[in-house]
């Protein structure tokens, strides 16, 4: 079969040539035939990979489909290869202006504002944890949010979740949001659902983006957003707390261990409606939107691998070390995800 393979802008100008073509004998993953491609054309490797990852920044379409790196070609395909920079990412003086404390952090700077204006963040509820996430990456200047959250704002969100507020009682939770997250940062592209995670939108809702933070209080939607995450192969930040403890972990799907395997199944007597103060879920959330700035900028280290325990009672942090599960029923060696 025939992969052609198109470039755009600064991928053109490196390759010098609008277009390459790949025949293919057997069907291949994405990233491989991208490993086939930086062999031929190894002046464009260093645009597509990140050492021997394929960088998350590249933007690869069939037709009208974005891809993601997992997908099966196995029929001719014609693939378009586009870097975020031909996107237009570049910073505007007034965005200079704004976010120019931040680019003074050692390892961000400006190259790293554009890995955040480039981003797509998918964040599942955006109540005391999510909300607080979503709150400082649009002030961040993350270039799209993709949020989720069903119901009305009632009495009882408003002591833990920032971007309500007492006039919204009785309005949907997400038109919130929405209006809170425009005000903040007018320049976020923000995608807003009224609904919750659920098996069915999951996948959909993780393929629009580049990373994911799961803050829902129910098993069954931190699950189905795990399931995803590693089918689909993002990153997922998953945030939880109760009463004065929080606990986040990190999951690059099959280099580290998974929501499933810290636990393959709802704990038994799990409560939907449980102790909080907005400023501990606040402060989980702001520990999650930290951790997602790092790994879409590659700043500093990622907790994957490890679980994040705070326990504000006592202001105690620690690192408990965290192995993948060989039969993991989603992201274990047997390479069927249950989705
Ligand atoms: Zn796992």
Redesign the pocket.
């Known amino acids: 079969m025939k992969i052609t393979f198109s470039y755009l802008a600064q991928l053109r100008l490196m390759a010098g040539r609008v277009s390459d073509d790949l025949e293919l004998t057997e069907p291949c993953t994405l990233a491989g035939l991208l490993q086939s491609l930086a062999n031929l054309r190894p002046e464009l490797r260093s645009l597509i990979f990140d050492g021997e990852t394929p960088r998350r920044s590249l933007l690869v379409f069939r037709d009208d489909q974005r891809l993601s790196m997992a997908d099966v070609i196995s029929t001719d395909t014609d693939i378009t290869l586009m870097t975020p920079i031909a996107g237009g990412s570049g910073l505007s003086d007034e965005e200079r202006a704004i976010y120019e404390w931040q680019m003074w952090t050692p390892g961000f700077g400006e190259a790293g504002q554009e890995k955040l204006k480039a981003s797509t963040v998918f964040i599942s509820r955006i109540g005391g944890v999510g909300g607080a996430a979503a709150q400082y990456l649009a002030m961040a200047g993350v270039g799209r949010l993709v949020v989720a959250h069903g119901g009305d704002v009632r009495p009882d969100d408003l002591n833990r979740q920032g971007l309500m507020t007492h006039a919204g009682l009785g309005r949907p939770r997400i038109e919130m949001a929405l209006m809170t997250l425009r005000a903040l940062n007018p320049r976020v592209e923000v995608i807003a659902l009224g609904e919750n995670v659920s098996e069915a939108n999951a996948q959909k809702l993780v393929g629009m983006s580049d990373l994911v933070i799961s803050a829902a209080p129910l098993f069954a939607e931190r699950l189905a957003m795990n399931r995803a995450a590693?089918r689909l192969n993002k990153p997922l930040i998953d945030c939880a707390m109760y009463d004065l403890t929080g606990q986040i972990i990190t999951v690059l799907p099959r280099r580290s261990?998974?929501?499933?395997?810290l636990y393959a199944e709802a704990p038994p007597a799990w409560q939907r409606r449980f102790p909080v103060f907005g400023a501990v879920s606040g402060t989980v959330g702001c520990l999650g939107a930290v951790e997602a700035i790092k790994l879409l900028t590659g700043l500093g280290e990622s907790l994957a691998g490890k679980l994040f325990l705070g326990d504000l009672r006592n202001m105690t942090f620690r690192q408990v070390a965290i192995n993948?599960?060989a039969d993991?029923t989603?992201?274990?060696r047997h390479d069927t995800v249950e989705c």
Do not use: D
């Open positions: 590693v261990a998974c929501l499933a395997c993948r599960v993991c989603v992201c274990g």
